[in-house]
Protein backbone atom coordinates (compact mmCIF):
# COMPACT_ATOMS: atom_id res chain seq x y z
CA UNK A 1 0.00 0.00 0.00
CA UNK A 2 0.92 3.20 -1.22
CA UNK A 3 2.26 5.97 1.86
CA UNK A 4 -0.71 8.90 1.56
CA UNK A 5 0.83 11.96 -0.03
CA UNK A 6 1.37 15.04 2.40
CA UNK A 7 -1.58 17.67 2.09
CA UNK A 8 0.93 20.55 1.83
CA UNK A 9 4.50 20.78 0.47
CA UNK A 10 5.81 22.15 2.57
CA UNK A 11 4.60 20.04 5.85
CA UNK A 12 7.57 17.63 7.52
CA UNK A 13 6.32 14.25 7.56
CA UNK A 14 4.61 12.93 10.85
CA UNK A 15 4.45 16.61 12.16
CA UNK A 16 1.30 18.88 12.96
CA UNK A 17 1.29 20.59 9.55
CA UNK A 18 1.84 24.36 10.29
CA UNK A 19 0.82 24.40 13.94
CA UNK A 20 3.06 25.66 16.58
CA UNK A 21 4.52 23.30 19.01
CA UNK A 22 2.77 24.01 22.66
CA UNK A 23 4.04 26.83 23.90
CA UNK A 24 4.26 30.42 23.54
CA UNK A 25 6.99 32.38 22.44
CA UNK A 26 10.21 31.46 20.78
CA UNK A 27 11.17 29.50 23.92
CA UNK A 28 10.35 25.37 23.11
CA UNK A 29 7.82 23.76 25.34
CA UNK A 30 8.82 22.03 28.58
CA UNK A 31 9.97 18.00 27.69
CA UNK A 32 9.13 18.61 23.93
CA UNK A 33 12.01 20.64 22.76
CA UNK A 34 13.90 18.70 19.47
CA UNK A 35 12.28 15.82 21.40
CA UNK A 36 9.99 13.25 18.64
CA UNK A 37 6.31 12.93 20.02
CA UNK A 38 4.88 9.79 21.54
CA UNK A 39 4.74 7.16 19.42
CA UNK A 40 6.17 4.64 18.15
CA UNK A 41 9.38 5.76 15.44
CA UNK A 42 8.99 9.30 17.37
CA UNK A 43 6.41 9.87 14.10
CA UNK A 44 2.51 10.08 14.43
CA UNK A 45 0.01 9.50 11.20
CA UNK A 46 -1.23 12.11 9.23
CA UNK A 47 -4.63 13.38 10.25
CA UNK A 48 -4.92 11.48 13.87
CA UNK A 49 -6.62 13.91 16.69
CA UNK A 50 -6.00 11.57 19.11
CA UNK A 51 -2.51 11.62 19.52
CA UNK A 52 -2.38 14.99 20.19
CA UNK A 53 -4.84 14.79 22.78
CA UNK A 54 -2.73 12.08 23.72
CA UNK A 55 0.14 13.90 24.33
CA UNK A 56 -1.68 17.22 25.68
CA UNK A 57 -2.85 14.25 28.37
CA UNK A 58 0.82 13.40 28.90
CA UNK A 59 1.70 17.29 29.73
CA UNK A 60 -1.00 18.25 31.90
CA UNK A 61 0.08 15.23 34.59
CA UNK A 62 3.79 15.74 33.63
CA UNK A 63 3.13 19.32 34.99
CA UNK A 64 0.37 18.48 38.34
CA UNK A 65 3.67 16.23 38.92
CA UNK A 66 6.00 18.92 38.64
CA UNK A 67 3.58 21.85 41.07
CA UNK A 68 3.20 18.78 43.68
CA UNK A 69 6.73 18.43 43.61
CA UNK A 70 7.03 21.68 44.40
CA UNK A 71 4.05 22.38 47.24
CA UNK A 72 6.24 19.42 48.64
CA UNK A 73 9.29 20.88 49.33
CA UNK A 74 8.28 24.11 49.38
CA UNK A 75 9.92 25.11 52.63
CA UNK A 76 13.67 23.71 51.49
CA UNK A 77 13.05 25.38 48.38
CA UNK A 78 12.11 28.60 49.06
CA UNK A 79 12.45 28.50 53.24
CA UNK A 80 10.79 28.35 56.04
CA UNK A 81 8.29 31.34 56.44
CA UNK A 82 8.08 31.16 60.61
CA UNK A 83 12.20 30.89 61.09
CA UNK A 84 14.16 34.07 60.20
CA UNK A 85 16.43 33.96 56.98
CA UNK A 86 19.78 32.09 57.37
CA UNK A 87 18.82 30.36 60.23
CA UNK A 88 19.91 26.71 60.28
CA UNK A 89 18.09 23.55 61.82
CA UNK A 90 21.76 22.07 62.59
CA UNK A 91 24.00 22.71 65.40
CA UNK A 92 26.44 25.01 64.22
CA UNK A 93 30.27 23.37 63.06
CA UNK A 94 32.56 23.91 65.93
CA UNK A 95 35.72 25.69 64.16
CA UNK A 96 38.78 23.47 64.46
CA UNK A 97 41.95 24.37 65.19
CA UNK A 98 44.70 25.77 62.72
CA UNK A 99 47.71 22.80 62.61
CA UNK A 100 50.59 23.85 64.12
CA UNK A 101 52.97 23.41 61.60
CA UNK A 102 55.83 21.19 61.99
CA UNK A 103 59.12 21.61 63.29
CA UNK A 104 61.65 20.63 60.81
CA UNK A 105 63.61 17.42 61.79
CA UNK A 106 67.27 18.05 62.62
CA UNK A 107 69.39 15.72 60.48
CA UNK A 108 70.56 11.97 61.56
CA UNK A 109 74.51 13.07 62.51
CA UNK A 110 76.42 9.85 61.52
CA UNK A 111 77.42 7.36 64.42
CA UNK A 112 81.15 7.61 64.83
CA UNK A 113 82.73 3.85 64.77
CA UNK A 114 82.96 1.60 68.14
CA UNK A 115 86.73 1.64 69.57
CA UNK A 116 87.63 -1.77 70.19
CA UNK A 117 87.93 -2.29 74.21
CA UNK A 118 91.43 -2.44 75.69
CA UNK A 119 91.59 -5.81 77.90
CA UNK A 120 91.15 -5.40 81.22
CA UNK A 121 94.81 -5.41 83.82
CA UNK A 122 94.48 -7.62 86.15
CA UNK A 123 93.97 -5.24 89.18
CA UNK A 124 97.29 -5.68 91.59
CA UNK A 125 96.42 -6.28 95.35
CA UNK A 126 96.04 -2.87 97.25
CA UNK A 127 99.47 -2.56 98.75
CA UNK A 128 98.91 -1.61 102.43
CA UNK A 129 99.57 1.55 103.49
CA UNK A 130 102.41 2.70 105.61
CA UNK A 131 103.47 -0.59 105.98
CA UNK A 132 104.68 -1.78 109.47
CA UNK A 133 107.76 -3.84 108.06
CA UNK A 134 109.24 -3.28 111.54
CA UNK A 135 107.10 -4.62 113.89
CA UNK A 136 106.68 -7.64 111.81
CA UNK A 137 110.20 -8.55 111.35
CA UNK A 138 110.56 -8.72 115.19
CA UNK A 139 107.59 -11.03 115.47
CA UNK A 140 109.05 -12.95 112.77
CA UNK A 141 112.50 -12.90 114.25
CA UNK A 142 110.46 -13.77 117.96
CA UNK A 143 109.22 -16.80 116.09
CA UNK A 144 112.15 -18.34 114.47
CA UNK A 145 113.83 -18.08 117.84
CA UNK A 146 111.07 -20.44 119.36
CA UNK A 147 111.23 -22.34 117.48
CA UNK A 148 114.94 -23.10 118.24
CA UNK A 149 113.61 -23.47 121.55
CA UNK A 150 111.40 -26.48 120.59
CA UNK A 151 108.53 -24.27 121.52
CA UNK A 152 106.54 -24.62 118.35
CA UNK A 153 103.01 -23.81 119.61
CA UNK A 154 104.96 -20.18 121.01
CA UNK A 155 106.07 -19.73 117.53
CA UNK A 156 103.06 -20.21 115.88
CA UNK A 157 101.12 -17.83 118.01
CA UNK A 158 104.16 -15.50 116.99
CA UNK A 159 103.76 -15.57 113.68
CA UNK A 160 99.79 -15.33 113.10
CA UNK A 161 100.15 -12.01 114.87
CA UNK A 162 101.72 -10.76 111.28
CA UNK A 163 98.46 -11.53 109.58
CA UNK A 164 96.99 -8.92 112.07
CA UNK A 165 99.28 -6.29 110.49
CA UNK A 166 99.58 -3.59 107.69
CA UNK A 167 102.72 -5.29 106.03
CA UNK A 168 104.58 -5.64 102.69
CA UNK A 169 102.81 -8.84 100.25
CA UNK A 170 106.63 -10.32 100.70
CA UNK A 171 106.68 -9.96 104.19
CA UNK A 172 103.07 -11.13 104.43
CA UNK A 173 104.27 -14.12 102.33
CA UNK A 174 107.32 -14.76 104.79
CA UNK A 175 105.05 -14.77 107.99
CA UNK A 176 102.88 -17.77 106.42
CA UNK A 177 105.16 -19.94 105.54
CA UNK A 178 106.91 -19.99 108.71
CA UNK A 179 103.20 -20.51 110.22
CA UNK A 180 102.60 -23.18 108.48
CA UNK A 181 106.16 -24.93 109.44
CA UNK A 182 105.05 -24.08 113.03
CA UNK A 183 101.84 -25.46 112.66
CA UNK A 184 102.91 -28.84 110.93
CA UNK A 185 105.64 -29.40 113.55
CA UNK A 186 103.45 -28.55 116.38
CA UNK A 187 100.73 -31.16 115.63
CA UNK A 188 103.11 -33.51 114.64
CA UNK A 189 105.23 -33.78 117.70
CA UNK A 190 102.59 -33.06 120.42
CA UNK A 191 101.77 -36.73 121.31
CA UNK A 192 105.40 -38.45 120.61
CA UNK A 193 105.81 -40.59 124.19
CA UNK A 194 109.00 -39.90 125.33
CA UNK A 195 110.70 -42.78 127.07
CA UNK A 196 110.65 -43.02 130.83
CA UNK A 197 114.55 -43.30 131.33
CA UNK A 198 115.01 -40.63 128.74
CA UNK A 199 117.06 -37.89 130.19
CA UNK A 200 117.88 -39.68 133.55
CA UNK A 201 120.93 -41.45 134.66
CA UNK A 202 122.08 -45.05 133.09
CA UNK A 203 123.88 -47.27 135.10
CA UNK A 204 125.37 -51.08 134.67
CA UNK A 205 124.57 -52.91 137.44
CA UNK A 206 127.29 -56.08 137.96
CA UNK A 207 125.27 -59.21 139.51
CA UNK A 208 127.04 -61.31 141.88
CA UNK A 209 127.21 -64.23 139.35
CA UNK A 210 129.25 -61.76 136.47
CA UNK A 211 126.06 -60.92 134.47
CA UNK A 212 125.40 -57.25 133.81
CA UNK A 213 122.24 -55.53 133.22
CA UNK A 214 121.63 -51.89 132.00
CA UNK A 215 119.02 -49.72 133.09
CA UNK A 216 117.69 -46.72 135.44
CA UNK A 217 118.53 -47.59 139.22
CA UNK A 218 116.99 -46.34 142.52
CA UNK A 219 118.30 -47.62 145.55
CA UNK A 220 115.73 -48.16 148.65
CA UNK A 221 116.16 -46.66 152.27
CA UNK A 222 117.01 -50.80 153.24
CA UNK A 223 120.01 -50.85 151.15
CA UNK A 224 118.11 -53.31 148.28
CA UNK A 225 117.66 -52.06 144.65
CA UNK A 226 114.37 -51.74 142.07
CA UNK A 227 115.61 -51.28 138.46
CA UNK A 228 113.89 -50.38 135.37
CA UNK A 229 115.68 -52.48 132.10
CA UNK A 230 114.94 -53.43 129.22
CA UNK A 231 114.24 -56.85 127.44
CA UNK A 232 115.60 -58.54 124.22
CA UNK A 233 112.08 -58.09 122.42
CA UNK A 234 111.74 -54.22 123.62
CA UNK A 235 109.87 -54.81 126.52
CA UNK A 236 110.17 -53.75 129.99
CA UNK A 237 111.13 -55.36 133.21
CA UNK A 238 111.17 -54.34 136.86
CA UNK A 239 113.68 -56.02 138.73
CA UNK A 240 113.99 -55.85 142.91
CA UNK A 241 117.73 -56.78 143.77
CA UNK A 242 119.01 -57.49 147.61
CA UNK A 243 122.30 -55.87 148.48
CA UNK A 244 124.43 -59.12 148.42
CA UNK A 245 122.77 -59.84 144.57
CA UNK A 246 124.68 -57.02 143.26
CA UNK A 247 128.34 -56.61 143.33
CA UNK A 248 129.04 -52.91 141.36
CA UNK A 249 127.01 -50.45 139.79
CA UNK A 250 128.34 -47.88 137.03
CA UNK A 251 126.64 -45.30 136.06
CA UNK A 252 126.78 -43.90 132.72
CA UNK A 253 127.77 -40.05 131.92
CA UNK A 254 124.79 -38.32 131.00
CA UNK A 255 127.13 -36.66 127.78
CA UNK A 256 128.62 -40.27 127.32
CA UNK A 257 124.85 -41.47 127.51
CA UNK A 258 123.32 -38.74 124.64
CA UNK A 259 126.28 -39.46 122.63
CA UNK A 260 125.60 -43.23 122.50
CA UNK A 261 122.40 -42.38 121.29
CA UNK A 262 123.27 -39.79 118.64
CA UNK A 263 125.67 -41.90 117.16
CA UNK A 264 122.47 -44.66 116.61
CA UNK A 265 120.11 -41.88 115.57
CA UNK A 266 122.99 -40.74 112.91
CA UNK A 267 123.73 -44.24 111.85
CA UNK A 268 119.62 -45.09 111.39
CA UNK A 269 120.08 -41.65 109.30
CA UNK A 270 123.16 -42.91 106.99
CA UNK A 271 120.95 -45.84 106.41
CA UNK A 272 117.88 -43.51 105.18
CA UNK A 273 120.19 -41.37 102.42
CA UNK A 274 119.81 -38.14 101.15
CA UNK A 275 116.68 -39.11 98.82
CA UNK A 276 114.76 -39.61 102.05
CA UNK A 277 111.34 -38.45 102.13
CA UNK A 278 109.29 -36.46 104.17
CA UNK A 279 107.74 -39.48 105.84
CA UNK A 280 111.25 -41.26 106.56
CA UNK A 281 112.54 -38.19 108.01
CA UNK A 282 110.15 -37.47 110.61
CA UNK A 283 110.22 -41.22 111.78
CA UNK A 284 114.05 -40.20 112.58
CA UNK A 285 112.69 -36.90 114.36
CA UNK A 286 110.05 -39.24 116.39
CA UNK A 287 113.05 -41.43 117.17
CA UNK A 288 115.24 -38.14 118.84
CA UNK A 289 112.34 -37.21 120.54
CA UNK A 290 111.53 -40.29 121.90
CA UNK A 291 115.09 -40.80 123.28
CA UNK A 292 115.12 -37.31 124.91
CA UNK A 293 117.22 -35.88 121.88
CA UNK A 294 114.54 -32.95 120.95
CA UNK A 295 117.22 -30.68 119.78
CA UNK A 296 118.73 -32.75 117.50
CA UNK A 297 114.95 -33.65 116.56
CA UNK A 298 114.73 -30.30 114.79
CA UNK A 299 117.31 -30.51 112.04
CA UNK A 300 115.75 -33.71 110.63
CA UNK A 301 112.37 -32.00 111.03
CA UNK A 302 113.58 -28.91 109.05
CA UNK A 303 114.79 -31.42 106.24
CA UNK A 304 111.69 -33.39 106.05
CA UNK A 305 109.90 -29.70 105.91
CA UNK A 306 112.21 -28.79 103.18
CA UNK A 307 111.42 -32.53 101.42
CA UNK A 308 107.44 -31.93 101.12
CA UNK A 309 108.00 -28.78 99.69
CA UNK A 310 110.03 -29.93 97.14
CA UNK A 311 107.74 -32.75 96.37
CA UNK A 312 104.27 -29.91 95.95
CA UNK A 313 102.83 -31.06 99.32
CA UNK A 314 101.93 -29.83 102.67
CA UNK A 315 103.82 -31.81 105.11
CA UNK A 316 101.21 -32.81 107.73
CA UNK A 317 99.27 -33.98 104.78
CA UNK A 318 102.06 -36.06 103.74
CA UNK A 319 102.82 -37.66 107.28
CA UNK A 320 99.21 -37.98 108.46
CA UNK A 321 98.52 -40.32 105.04
CA UNK A 322 101.68 -42.43 105.81
CA UNK A 323 100.89 -42.87 109.30
CA UNK A 324 97.57 -43.66 108.82
CA UNK A 325 98.33 -45.93 105.86
CA UNK A 326 100.78 -48.13 108.55
CA UNK A 327 97.78 -48.39 110.99
CA UNK A 328 95.47 -49.75 108.19
CA UNK A 329 97.84 -52.58 107.11
CA UNK A 330 98.11 -53.53 110.96
CA UNK A 331 94.30 -53.54 110.77
CA UNK A 332 94.52 -55.48 107.88
CA UNK A 333 97.16 -58.03 109.49
CA UNK A 334 95.46 -58.26 112.43
CA UNK A 335 92.14 -59.09 110.85
CA UNK A 336 94.30 -61.71 108.72
CA UNK A 337 95.13 -64.01 111.59
CA UNK A 338 92.16 -64.08 112.87
CA UNK A 339 92.55 -61.02 115.76
CA UNK A 340 89.65 -58.73 114.97
CA UNK A 341 89.69 -57.06 118.18
CA UNK A 342 93.02 -55.10 117.32
CA UNK A 343 91.69 -54.92 113.98
CA UNK A 344 88.97 -52.76 114.68
CA UNK A 345 91.40 -50.74 117.34
CA UNK A 346 93.63 -49.96 114.33
CA UNK A 347 90.67 -48.66 112.14
CA UNK A 348 89.36 -46.79 115.51
CA UNK A 349 92.66 -45.28 115.41
CA UNK A 350 92.19 -43.97 112.40
CA UNK A 351 88.88 -43.11 112.76
CA UNK A 352 89.03 -41.26 115.93
CA UNK A 353 92.20 -39.04 114.98
CA UNK A 354 91.07 -35.73 113.32
CA UNK A 355 94.57 -35.50 111.66
CA UNK A 356 93.48 -38.70 109.79
CA UNK A 357 90.53 -37.62 108.58
CA UNK A 358 91.09 -36.22 105.93
CA UNK A 359 93.11 -39.19 104.76
CA UNK A 360 92.47 -41.75 101.82
CA UNK A 361 92.61 -44.39 104.86
CA UNK A 362 90.06 -42.80 107.13
CA UNK A 363 87.39 -44.42 104.69
CA UNK A 364 89.26 -47.45 104.22
CA UNK A 365 89.38 -47.73 108.10
CA UNK A 366 85.65 -47.28 107.59
CA UNK A 367 84.78 -50.05 105.48
CA UNK A 368 86.35 -52.55 106.79
CA UNK A 369 84.77 -51.97 109.97
CA UNK A 370 81.67 -51.96 107.95
CA UNK A 371 82.90 -55.71 106.12
CA UNK A 372 83.82 -56.81 109.63
CA UNK A 373 80.08 -55.60 110.72
CA UNK A 374 78.66 -57.79 107.59
CA UNK A 375 80.22 -61.20 108.83
CA UNK A 376 78.02 -61.08 111.68
CA UNK A 377 75.19 -61.55 109.24
CA UNK A 378 75.99 -64.56 108.04
CA UNK A 379 77.62 -67.52 109.31
CA UNK A 380 81.09 -66.64 108.62
CA UNK A 381 83.63 -69.17 109.74
CA UNK A 382 87.56 -68.39 108.22
CA UNK A 383 88.51 -70.19 105.99
CA UNK A 384 91.96 -69.23 105.92
CA UNK A 385 95.11 -69.24 109.03
CA UNK A 386 98.01 -67.34 108.69
CA UNK A 387 100.85 -67.90 111.25
CA UNK A 388 104.22 -66.12 111.31
CA UNK A 389 102.54 -62.70 111.27
CA UNK A 390 103.51 -60.62 114.45
CA UNK A 391 100.62 -57.88 115.45
CA UNK A 392 101.03 -55.69 118.58
CA UNK A 393 98.30 -55.03 120.41
CA UNK A 394 97.30 -51.21 119.53
CA UNK A 395 96.78 -50.87 123.16
CA UNK A 396 100.10 -51.53 124.99
CA UNK A 397 102.01 -48.46 125.76
CA UNK A 398 105.22 -47.86 124.08
CA UNK A 399 107.90 -50.00 125.85
CA UNK A 400 110.57 -49.24 128.65
CA UNK A 401 113.98 -49.94 127.08
CA UNK A 402 117.36 -48.87 128.15
CA UNK A 403 118.27 -48.92 123.86
CA UNK A 404 116.96 -46.94 121.53
CA UNK A 405 114.10 -48.29 120.01
CA UNK A 406 111.50 -47.51 116.83
CA UNK A 407 108.08 -47.51 116.86
CA UNK A 408 107.62 -48.49 113.71
CA UNK A 409 106.24 -51.97 112.90
CA UNK A 410 109.12 -54.31 111.30
CA UNK A 411 107.73 -56.28 108.79
CA UNK A 412 108.38 -60.51 109.29
CA UNK A 413 111.87 -61.48 108.50
CA UNK A 414 110.17 -64.45 106.79
CA UNK A 415 106.72 -65.41 104.59
CA UNK A 416 104.15 -66.64 106.91
CA UNK A 417 102.41 -69.61 106.39
CA UNK A 418 99.17 -69.95 105.03
CA UNK A 419 96.58 -72.44 105.50
CA UNK A 420 93.62 -72.71 103.71
CA UNK A 421 90.75 -74.82 104.21
CA UNK A 422 88.83 -76.74 101.56
CA UNK A 423 85.31 -75.25 100.35
CA UNK A 424 82.71 -77.41 97.77
CA UNK A 425 79.78 -76.42 96.32
CA UNK A 426 77.10 -77.98 93.98
CA UNK A 427 78.72 -76.22 91.17
CA UNK A 428 82.27 -75.95 89.99
CA UNK A 429 85.01 -73.56 92.21
CA UNK A 430 87.95 -75.24 91.17
CA UNK A 431 89.56 -72.59 89.53
CA UNK A 432 88.04 -70.34 91.95
CA UNK A 433 90.01 -72.02 94.50
CA UNK A 434 93.19 -72.67 92.67
CA UNK A 435 93.17 -68.84 91.86
CA UNK A 436 92.51 -67.89 95.51
CA UNK A 437 95.47 -70.32 97.06
CA UNK A 438 97.57 -68.64 94.70
CA UNK A 439 96.28 -65.50 95.49
CA UNK A 440 96.77 -65.52 99.32
CA UNK A 441 100.62 -67.39 98.38
CA UNK A 442 101.84 -63.67 97.21
CA UNK A 443 99.35 -61.67 99.73
CA UNK A 444 101.46 -62.64 102.64
CA UNK A 445 104.69 -61.81 100.46
CA UNK A 446 103.09 -58.29 100.40
CA UNK A 447 103.48 -56.04 103.88
CA UNK A 448 104.69 -52.88 103.01
CA UNK A 449 108.68 -53.35 103.80
CA UNK A 450 109.06 -57.02 102.55
CA UNK A 451 111.52 -57.66 100.21
CA UNK A 452 109.69 -57.21 96.26
CA UNK A 453 106.40 -55.81 98.11
CA UNK A 454 105.20 -54.54 95.28
CA UNK A 455 105.49 -57.45 92.95
CA UNK A 456 103.81 -59.32 95.80
CA UNK A 457 101.29 -56.70 95.84
CA UNK A 458 99.83 -56.74 91.85
CA UNK A 459 100.06 -60.57 91.24
CA UNK A 460 97.51 -60.67 95.18
CA UNK A 461 95.70 -58.31 93.61
CA UNK A 462 94.89 -60.06 90.09
CA UNK A 463 94.52 -63.09 91.27
CA UNK A 464 92.12 -62.82 94.12
CA UNK A 465 90.08 -60.28 91.92
CA UNK A 466 89.53 -63.13 89.43
CA UNK A 467 88.49 -65.13 92.32
CA UNK A 468 86.24 -63.18 93.49
CA UNK A 469 83.85 -63.19 90.12
CA UNK A 470 83.73 -66.74 90.40
CA UNK A 471 82.82 -66.93 94.15
CA UNK A 472 80.26 -64.27 93.62
CA UNK A 473 78.71 -66.50 90.56
CA UNK A 474 78.96 -69.49 92.61
CA UNK A 475 76.88 -67.70 95.48
CA UNK A 476 73.84 -66.69 93.10
CA UNK A 477 73.74 -70.55 92.24
CA UNK A 478 74.39 -72.23 95.33
CA UNK A 479 73.32 -69.99 97.59
CA UNK A 480 72.54 -71.95 101.05
CA UNK A 481 76.40 -72.75 101.07
CA UNK A 482 77.49 -71.19 104.37
CA UNK A 483 81.14 -72.27 103.58
CA UNK A 484 81.35 -71.04 100.64
CA UNK A 485 79.78 -67.55 101.61
CA UNK A 486 82.48 -67.65 104.45
CA UNK A 487 85.22 -67.72 101.37
CA UNK A 488 83.45 -65.66 99.44
CA UNK A 489 83.66 -63.10 102.13
CA UNK A 490 87.38 -64.06 103.16
CA UNK A 491 88.19 -63.55 99.25
CA UNK A 492 86.98 -59.79 99.21
CA UNK A 493 88.28 -58.67 102.36
CA UNK A 494 91.67 -59.56 101.60
CA UNK A 495 91.19 -58.15 98.02
CA UNK A 496 90.06 -54.94 99.16
CA UNK A 497 92.93 -55.07 102.27
CA UNK A 498 95.95 -55.54 99.30
CA UNK A 499 94.39 -52.70 97.26
CA UNK A 500 94.61 -49.97 100.13
CA UNK A 501 98.14 -51.31 101.26
CA UNK A 502 99.26 -50.93 97.46
CA UNK A 503 99.47 -47.21 97.83
CA UNK A 504 101.42 -47.25 100.96
Known amino acids: MAESAPQNG ?24 KRPGVGTGGHRPAGSSSGGRMTLLVMLMLLAGAVGAVLAFKDEIFGDAKKP ?6 KPVKPVDPIKPVKPVDPVKPVDPVKPVDPVKPVDPPKPQNPDNGLAQKAIADGKD ?16 VETMKVSPEMAKEAAGLKAKAEAFDRLTRDIKIRPDAGQIISIVELADGKKLRGVVTRKPDGSYSMLTGTAGGGQMSLMLQAADVRDIKEIDPAERRAELTKALNARLAKL ?8 LFEMAAFAIENGLREESLPILEK ?46 IRDNPMYQKTGFFQAAEQLLAMMDQRKGIKYVSTVQ ?11 KLPVSTEPVSTTP ?30 MNHYVKAMPGMPDCKTHQAEARRLLRRAQDLYEAAVKADPGNDQLQSRTTDCNMRLYGIMKMSTL
Not at 146 to 158: C, D, E, S, T
Not at 386 to 396: A, H, L, M, S, Y
Not at 411 to 430: H, L, Q
Open 386 to 396: ITGVEVKNPDV
Open 146 to 161: LIAKINYAGALKAFGT
Open 10 to 33: NSRPGGTGKRPPVGTGKSPQVGTA
Open 410 to 439: EPPRAAPKVTISRVASKVDISEANRLFEEG
Open 273 to 280: GATAGAPE
Open 85 to 90: DNQFTH
Open 304 to 349: AYDASQAAGKDMLTMIAEDQAGKLFAQANWSDSIGQEIYARRYCEK
